[in-house]
C-alpha cells in the first residue's frame, strides 16, 4: 500500500513527456474562486445591499488589452444574493482598489469621492498656475500671509507657555487639598501662638491654664495633653470698690457724731468784739468736745469688734471674781 501524500512520483524507464498530448483551451478562460465583496454595494435591480466582506463563488477572468505598467487586470463576476442578477467588478491597480462595472452601485465611498476632489483641484490649480502668471502671484501672495499668520499664532502660543511656567500648580493643589490632622494641630497651635503675642496688656492680667484632654477611640495611645492659655484682663479697681461698697458698705465711714463737727473754716468770720472773740472761744471749747467724744466711739467700737468672743473659761473667772467682791 503506497503512501496518500508523496513528494516524488515514480516515472518508468520508457516515460517519454513529449508524448503526452497537450490540451487546447480558450485564451480567455474563466476560474472559479472564492472571493468577498470589496466594497459595499447595492444592486441596481432589486436594491438589496450587499455588504464588505460577503463571501462569494466568484467567476475570474483576465481583462483583454489592458493592463497597468505589466500588472495584469483581472475581472470577477457575482450574483445577487436576493435575485441572482449578476454583478461584475475589476482590480484597479493605478489606484490600489476595485472598480464596479455593472450590475450595482458603490456605497459609503465619501473618503474616496473626497480624496478624487482633492485631487482634482491640485491638478486645476497647477495646470492654471502654469498658464495664467497672476494667478501663481496670487497664490504666492496668499501663501505668504498664511505663513506670516501661522508665525504670529506661534509667538502666542510661546508667550502663553512662557505665562504657565510661573504658576505654581503643586501649590494651588496643596491649597485646595484636604489638611491632615497633625497640619491642622500645628496650624492651630501657631495661630493661638501669634494670637497671645498680639495682645497688648494694659494692667494686671490673669493668665488661666485649662488642660483639654483628648480621648482617642480604638487606640492603646495615652490621651494627649494641650494647653491652652487664655489672658484675662483685671478688672479696674473702681469698678471693685464701688461693688464693694454696694455690698458691704464703705469702710472709711464717718462716725455718727461727725456731723455735728463744723470746722473753722465752715464758720462765717466774726467782727474782732468782745462777744465775738468770746463766741469764738466757747465754739472751740465746744469742737474740741465733741471730737473728744467721737474719738471715744470709734475706739471703743473698734475695741468691741476686735475683743475675740468670751470662751467657758472667762465667764467662770468672772462668775468667782463677783461672788468674792459681794463677800
Known amino acids: 500500500m503506497s503512501e496518500r501524500k508523496v513528494l516524488n512520483k515514480y516515472y518508468p524507464p520508457d516515460f517519454d513527456p513529449s508524448k503526452i498530448p497537450r490540451m487546447k483551451l480558450a485564451k480567455n478562460r ?32 483576465d481583462v483583454e488589452n489592458e493592463d497597468y505598467l505589466g500588472i495584469r487586470i483581472y475581472r470577477f463576476y457575482i450574483k445577487c444574493t436576493r435575485c441572482l442578477q449578476e454583478i461584475s467588478f475589476k482590480t484597479d491597480p493605478k489606484n490600489t482598489d476595485y472598480e464596479i462595472e455593472a450590475g450595482a452601485t ?48 506661534l509667538e502666542e502660543l510661546k508667550e502663553l507657555n512662557r505665562r504657565q511656567q510661573a504658576v505654581d500648580y503643586e501649590g494651588m493643589l496643596q491649597q485646595y487639598a484636604p489638611e491632615s490632622a497633625d497640619a491642622r494641630r500645628a496650624r492651630e497651635e501657631k495661630e493661638d501662638d501669634d494670637f497671645i503675642k498680639s495682645i ?71 467782727t474782732m468784739s468782745s462777744e465775738g472773740t468770746k463766741s469764738n472761744s466757747d465754739s472751740a471749747n465746744h469742737t474740741t468736745v465733741a471730737l473728744k467724744a467721737s474719738d471715744a466711739a470709734v475706739a471703743s467700737k473698734a475695741s468691741e469688734n476686735t475683743t475675740p468672743p468670751a470662751s467657758g473659761l472667762t465667764l467662770l473667772a468672772s462668775y468667782s471674781g463677783s461672788d468674792s467682791d459681794s463677800q
Open 30 to 61: 474563466q476560474y472559479t474562486v472564492r472571493l468577498m465583496a470589496p466594497f459595499n454595494m447595492r444592486c441596481a435591480t432589486c436594491g438589496e445591499y450587499i455588504y464588505k466582506g460577503k463571501k462569494f463563488n466568484a467567476r475570474k477572468e
Open 106 to 153: 458603490r456605497n459609503f465611498m465619501a473618503l474616496k469621492l473626497a480624496e478624487e476632489q482633492a485631487k482634482r483641484e491640485e491638478d486645476e490649480q497647477k495646470e492654471e498656475e502654469a498658464n495664467n502668471p497672476m494667478k501663481l502671484l496670487e497664490y504666492r501672495t496668499e501663501q505668504s500671509r498664511q505663513e506670516i499668520e501661522r508665525l504670529e499664532g
Open 200 to 270: 497688648k496688656f494694659g494692667g494686671p492680667s490673669k493668665v488661666v491654664a485649662e488642660e483639654i484632654i483628648e480621648e482617642l477611640e480604638d487606640s492603646e495611645e495615652p490621651p494627649v495633653k494641650t494647653s491652652r492659655i487664655e489672658t484675662i484682663p483685671a478688672k479696674p479697681v473702681a469698678k471693685k470698690n464701688e461693688s464693694w461698697n454696694r455690698s458691704i458698705g464703705v469702710l472709711n465711714k464717718k462716725p455718727a457724731l461727725a456731723n455735728l463737727v463744723k470746722s473753722k473754716k465752715d464758720v462765717a468770720p466774726k
